[in-house]
């Protein structure tokens, strides 16, 4: 597990330990520092490389077990391509690809942060260390046996080498909140929903006051005052009560407006009276994947000291079918009075968000209001698992989160809306009904949350596709990837904290 594994940053000159890895750019060009590490060795990495035909293209790697004039065990050499071109993410990708590299049974390992040209730069070498922390996230807290002949993973010591261990240290604090953010968001999509009900939700996100954030919780008593009935209505079927909670980071001006973040936590979406198929219903203990990403970027924020105002707001949940269960059928009334009518019991998320995000809207006049959601299959019918899908009605918040998916690899592809859309959420019954049929089931999903935000510069995140069974890549191994945090973190980074 993650917290079993200690990551430092030394000098060049320090001895390697156990497993060391080094860096290599097309042309097996590296960098001084590497050179002398590898002295002792001789002509070996030369020959080494040779025999493997290895050249430090991006994407290959060179490993030598007992490397011969080396008092390591193993010596990996990761080919950088040309890394002129490197970006944050990449280095980030490095750190992963370095870490996939050490064996579970090692106990030490070096990796030497260091291109060709030189040193990385200290915001690079912090990137690296990040990839490096989420490669290393499992989420194992249930497994009580090991397969037989399975060893039980030492606790590594993860040194990185660098040119200037005070400035990498100073550049890892900033990003170590970040990592932390991913990694709280990764364990509570993991985490099973006979643990994880509202209740113990809120009390996980009550956690962030120990780093300054402002956390309040409503109980279902507060938000029948405040007539948050569409919510309400979904979680009455469960045993577990609904919560809301709101976390406010206040590191800006005082007084300026804040961004504000919104996110579905349904903590089991069993899909209530229109229940779901038996197949794959498991994966819904990821439904709150949205609220996650929330709690997890109020965490990067706080730990980070971010100079900015922002309120996270989350709506906990549990969809179950029950006698006391709403029906399709039922109208309920939203807090700002306008009244849905249910078709879909199991178009619940949408319910959830209209309330939140009008109490957020209305109660702290935000700059923006950005929800996230896994709100829709039909979302991973348009998109895949690739991209996330947008849905505003702000262009420029739109551009600048794309370019924050680009620099992160947490990528949001725009998708419609429009009048012609909206039209088909009005219901005979009600103001409006909460599915629209077969057709665009993302797009009119949307439209009824739209009918919330008012004039706000709103975005809509539908994450179903990439929140939950996360692809694998390089930074992540796990079932959640704790999609969003980073890409969110960079949005803020970039815009709104001057
Ligand atoms: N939580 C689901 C969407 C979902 C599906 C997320 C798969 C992640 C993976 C959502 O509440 C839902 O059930 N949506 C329905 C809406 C329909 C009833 C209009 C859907 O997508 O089928
Ligand atoms: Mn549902
Ligand atoms: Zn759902």
Redesign the pocket.
């Known amino acids: 597990m993650a917290e079993a594994e200690t990551l430092g940053f030394a000098p060049f000159t320090a001895a390697p330990k156990d497993i060391l890895v080094l860096f290599c750019e097309e042309g097996l060009k590296i960098g001084p520092a590497t050179r002398r590490i590898m002295a002792p060795a001789g002509d070996l990495f030369q020959r080494a490389a040779a025999a493997d035909k290895f050249t430090g293209k991006s994407g290959t790697a060179l490993e030598v077990v007992a490397p011969a004039g080396l008092a390591v065990s193993r010596l990996v050499v990761i080919g950088a391509g040309k890394a002129g071109k490197l970006k944050a993410k990449d280095f980030a990708k490095l750190g992963g690809i370095a870490r996939g590299k050490v064996p579970s049974k090692a106990s030490a390992a070096t990796v030497v942060a260091e291109l060709a040209s030189g040193a990385m730069k200290p915001e690079h070498v912090a990137e690296v260390a990040l990839g490096a922390r989420l490669r290393a996230y499992t989420f194992d807290r249930y497994k009580t046996k090991r397969r037989e002949g399975e060893e039980a993973p030492k606790k590594l010591a993860l040194a990185i080498a660098v040119g200037n261990v005070a400035s990498a240290q100073k550049a890892w604090v900033h990003r170590e909140a970040v990592a932390d953010g991913v990694i709280m968001a990764r364990d509570l999509i993991n985490e099973p929903a006979n643990v994880l009900y509202p209740e113990e939700f809120a009390k996980r996100a009550s956690a962030l006051k120990k780093l300054g954030v402002q956390v309040e919780v409503l109980d279902v008593p507060a938000m029948k005052k405040l007539g948050m009935h569409a919510l309400l209505g979904v979680g009455q079927g469960s045993a577990h009560d609904s919560r809301v909670v709101i976390m406010r980071w206040n590191g800006g001006k005082k007084g300026a407006e804040p961004v504000a973040f919104i996110g579905k936590g349904?903590c089991f979406?069993t899909?209530g009276i229109?229940i779901?198929p038996a197949a794959g219903m498991e994966?819904?203990k990821g439904?709150m994947a949205g609220a996650a990403c929330v709690t997890g970027l109020m965490h990067a924020l706080a730990a980070r000291k971010a100079k900015v105002n922002a309120i996270g707001a989350i709506g906990l949940v549990e969809n179950m079918p029950d006698g006391k269960a709403q029906r399709p059928g039922d109208i309920v009334k939203t807090m700002n009075g306008q009244t849905i009518e249910i078709i879909?019991t199991?178009?619940?998320?949408r319910l959830v968000l209209a309330d939140v995000l009008h109490y957020v809207n209305d109660k702290y006049k935000p700059k923006f209001m950005i929800d996230l959601a896994?709100?829709?299959?039909?979302i991973?019918v348009a998109l895949g698992q690739e991209y996330a899908g947008m849905f505003s009605n702000d262009d420029r918040l739109c551009d600048r989160l794309s370019k924050a998916g680009e620099a992160t690899a947490e990528r949001v592809w725009r998708m419609p809306l429009g009048p012609e859309y909206d039209k088909i959420i009005d219901s005979k019954f009600a103001d409006m009904k909460n599915?629209g049929g077969r057709w665009g089931?993302s797009i009119t999903?949307a439209q009824l949350l739209q009918r919330f935000v008012g004039k706000t510069p709103w975005v809509h995140l539908d994450i179903?596709g990439t929140a939950?069974g996360s692809p694998q890549t390089d930074i992540n191994k796990s079932w959640s990837a704790g999609w969003g945090v980073r890409l969110l973190n960079q949005l803020v980074e970039d815009h709104y904290e001057k």
């Open positions: 349904v979406d899909g229109s779901k994966d819904m439904d879909n199991d178009a619940e998320g896994t709100l829709t299959g039909a991973m599915t089931g999903a179903a939950l």
